[in-house]
């Protein structure tokens, strides 16, 4: 399915969020600036054509890498990344099973990623695993509305039209059905925020973006003489 619409993903992507795909992304760039120093290793899940692996390397001197499964969106990231002022190399790999070593990492993110593995939990405890003690993970993910009357609004674009232009658009009606249903079977904000902790992260705060539309979690793995557990909290909701 990934690889029929990959010609199109970032069309469709931006056309179908007016946009707003690009912002949230950037914020998460922007968040995690203050651990994209020089030295700094970065792994990108499920990265798709690179977008946020790309503005995760502009926003600071890391060392970025990006992982999928998806071939083809990886040759569409490769080229992305031609002619940029850091080489961002692009791995085939499976999230469930990543091919680096425990601790290998000092940032994981993963962006509109986690909702399609065969296990949100088993792929929770595997970006835990490449953290090194002390580092950071973002997930960027949908969620679900906090707005009444626009969380009513949204599913109908979403369920209703969203499968039918994306389908036009794409070629594939079958993988923008597949978008909202994989959606509404995912965790909301507070239950993802809870399965973070349970997989062994602490620090679990999460942002709501665009009226819950999507949220950022970002947390920490322990260090080994690692603190008490601190409640998820909500982050202030940003100004983009």
């Known amino acids: 399915m990934f690889d029929r619409i990959a010609g199109r993903y970032d ?13 949230w992304r950037r914020l998460v760039a922007r968040t995690l600036r203050p651990s994209l120093v020089e030295g700094a290793r970065v792994l990108d899940v499920a990265c798709g054509t690179g977008e946020l692996s790309l503005a995760l390397a502009r926003a ?29 190399p692009f791995v085939e790999g499976d999230a469930l ?3 680096f070593a425990d601790g290998s990492f000092d940032v994981v993110t993963i962006a509109f990623g986690l909702r399609n593995l065969a296990g949100v939990e088993e792929g929770l405890r595997e970006l835990r695993r490449v953290l090194r003690p002390g580092g950071r993970v973002a997930v960027l993910e949908f969620s679900s509305p906090v707005v009444p009357g626009f969380r009513a609004l949204f ?9 039918h232009v994306g389908g036009l658009l794409s070629g594939s009606r079958v993988a923008y059905e597949y978008l909202p249903d994989s959606v509404s ?3 909301d904000q507070k239950r993802l925020a809870a399965l ?3 997989a062994g992260f602490e620090e679990v705060e999460y942002r709501n973006l665009t009226g819950g539309i999507a949220a950022l ?11 008490s ?10 100004r983009d």
């Open 11 to 23: 069309l469709l992507n931006h056309l179908l969020s007016g946009n707003v795909d690009r912002s």
């Open 229 to 238: 557990s601190v409640a998820p909290r909500t982050l202030s909701q940003p």
């Open 155 to 163: 599913r109908f674009y979403f369920r209703r039209v969203l499968p």
């Open 196 to 198: 973070m902790q349970e």
């Open 60 to 88: 600071g001197a890391a060392r970025v890498v990006g992982l999928d499964f998806c071939r083809p969106m990886l040759e569409i990231a490769r080229r992305k990344a031609v002619g940029e002022s850091r080489p961002v």
């Open 185 to 187: 079977r995912f965790p």
């Open 217 to 227: 979690h970002t947390a920490t793995r322990p260090a080994p003489n690692g603190t």
């Open 97 to 99: 099973r990543l091919p």
